[in-house]
């Protein structure tokens, strides 16, 4: 069962902060890279839309 905050050492405490900072870092590095994969991802999209402008007669975006 799990005891009040309170109740919990400060010594748990400090721990417990320090996991949610490292949880939240690694929530930050992974945000960051999927951006980088999503602007990737989109650049290859627009590089094959172009590719099918040049082939067929599809109205630029």
């Known amino acids: 069962m799990m005891r009040p905050a309170s ?3 400060a010594a748990a405490g400090g721990r417990r ?3 949610t900072r ?3 870092k690694l929530r ?12 990737r991802l989109t650049r290859r999209v627009r590089s094959e839309l172009k590719q ?3 082939e067929s ?3 630029p975006f």
């Open 22 to 24: 490292r949880r939240a």
């Open 28 to 39: 930050r590095r992974v945000r960051r890279l999927g951006v980088r994969v999503l602007s």
């Open 52 to 54: 099918l402008e040049r």
């Open 57 to 59: 007669y599809l109205a």
């Open 7 to 9: 109740l919990v050492p």
């Open 17 to 19: 902060l320090a996991s």
